[in-house]
């Protein structure tokens, strides 16, 4: 077993002559394994996840989407270059997220987002002004402005302060892409899918 040094903190309250705070520091040896190391985390628990890409709460055939807010948030893993977007639609008179994925900011990764979407009757489709929204919605009632998707934005900040992973300037980030996703998809599953 290692033998590290403890600092203990003995009590000089009858004789204030030693140190002017009342107390004083002496090292001790001791056989304590803890001391002058850092734990060592275990992720086994988070890459156990499986968090679900679909809300339970609306039933798709059964229950009508009036409106649907569609948005992209920016993160990333490891470096800023290694950009991972989360693609989402946000229900916004029920106020809770209907489905998400993760990926690249293309063409593919916002069609699985609308492939998980299509089960869902949706009447108002409501974007920002990235192009790729108005081909892939072309046919269907679509209103591209800033001004209707306020909730999603707003939605937007609040992941970014309870996950600080998404921050834009932080000092956490996600160090594999496995865990990114699964962390912010069991956060999205506790809030808005269960």
């Given amino acids: 077993m290692a033998t590290a040094v403890r600092l203990h903190r003995f009590s ?10 009342g107390h004083e520091w002496r090292w001790m040896p001791g056989n304590c394994t803890h001391y002058g190391r850092w734990p060592q985390h275990d992720f086994t628990s988070l ?36 950009q991972r977007w989360l693609f989402y639609a946000y229900d916004s008179l029920r106020k809770t997220v209907v489905a998400h994925v993760f990926g690249e900011r293309t063409m593919a990764t916002l ?12 009447v108002i489709w409501m974007t920002d002004g990235w192009p790729l929204y108005e081909s892939r919605l072309k046919g269907k009632l679509h209103v591209i ?11 937007n900040l609040n992941l970014r302060q309870h996950l600080a992973r998404l921050g834009r300037k932080s000092l956490s980030f996600s160090k594999s892409v496995e865990l990114h996703d699964k962390v912010i998809g069991h956060y999205l599953n506790i809030k808005h899918y269960q």
């Avoid at 679909?54 to 649907?68: E, K, L, Y």
């Fill in 12 to 21: 000089t309250r009858y004789a204030p002559e030693n140190h002017l705070y």
């Fill in 47 to 82: 890459k156990k996840l499986r968090p679900q890409s679909v809300t339970s709460r609306i039933q798709p055939g059964s229950d009508v989407i009036v409106c649907a807010e569609m948005d992209e948030q920016w993160g990333y893993v490891g470096a800023k270059s290694r």
């Fill in 111 to 122: 069609g699985r987002l609308m492939s998980l979407l299509s089960p869902f009757d949706v």
């Fill in 145 to 155: 402005s800033k001004r209707y998707t306020q909730r999603i934005e707003r939605h």
